[in-house]
């Protein structure tokens, strides 16, 4: 059990820029989670995956972001057109049932 | 729709104190309760869970009982280290919605020497 992943740790971006962000679950886990924490927040569900087939994805996730879980292996959460709000931290999850385990986060910057 | 209230922090404590931190929740159906902490420059990690009404959760000393008659889950530790300085999440899940997790806002734990 190695964990969950993130890639990238930190990344610093001026707005307008699109950035896409990895999450590498644990291998057998068919659930996968996203969320968002800002500072002094708990946080807040993005959207879910099980196995590649995105199930759910809350009205925090405008347009501009898209979410992919190819094949049922890792996933990607891409922002378009970054805004300064978008500033936080990206969590990733997984789980095989209810209990998930989070990965480090990318914390973004938008410039 | 679902919620999680946590007492608001920071809380600080000497070492060897005792330790209540609150949570109530919200919930549409019947949820299971969580406890997540996150050290400095971590990330979350599950401290414990309860699935039903009177389960006891506990950890490296840490304990909470789900009571469903008053909707709460109060995170409690007799004896605090220096070491349990971290933010904690009181949080819930129902199955019945992906089993999504619903945070409250975290409560900054201090314990000094």
């Known amino acids: 059990d190695t964990g969950v992943s993130q890639n990238p740790r930190h990344k610093i971006t001026k707005r307008g820029q699109n950035v896409t962000f990895r999450c590498d679950p644990i291998?057998?886990?068919?659930?996968l989670y996203w969320y968002r924490q800002t500072l002094g927040q708990g946080p807040e569900f993005l959207t879910y995956?099980?196995?590649?087939?995105?199930?759910?994805k809350s009205r925090l996730l405008s347009d501009r972001f898209s979410a992919e879980r190819p094949k049922g292996s890792f996933s990607t959460l891409e922002i378009q057109r970054t805004e300064q709000g978008d500033s936080a931290m990206y969590l990733c999850?997984?789980?095989?049932?209810?209990?998930?385990?989070f990965g480090p986060g990318t914390r973004l910057t938008v410039t | 729709g679902d919620s999680v209230t946590q007492m608001e922090g920071p809380v600080t404590l000497s070492e060897e104190a005792f330790l209540t931190i609150n949570c109530t929740y919200t919930?549409?159906?019947?949820?299971?309760l969580f406890w997540y902490v996150q050290y400095p420059g971590e990330g979350l990690q599950l401290l414990l869970k309860a699935t039903k009404a009177d389960d006891k959760g506990s950890n490296k000393g840490f304990e909470a009982t789900y009571r469903k008659e008053t909707t709460s889950f109060h995170l409690e530790k007799g004896s605090v280290q220096v070491s349990d300085s971290a933010v904690y999440f009181c949080a819930l899940s129902v199955g019945g919605s992906n089993y999504k997790l619903t945070f409250g806002k975290g409560t900054l734990l201090t314990v000094n020497p």
């Open positions: 995956f099980q196995n590649e087939a995105q199930l759910e």
């Open positions: 919930a549409t159906g019947y949820p299971s």
């Open positions: 999850a997984s789980s095989l049932e209810e209990t998930q385990y």
């Open positions: 291998s057998e886990h068919n659930r």
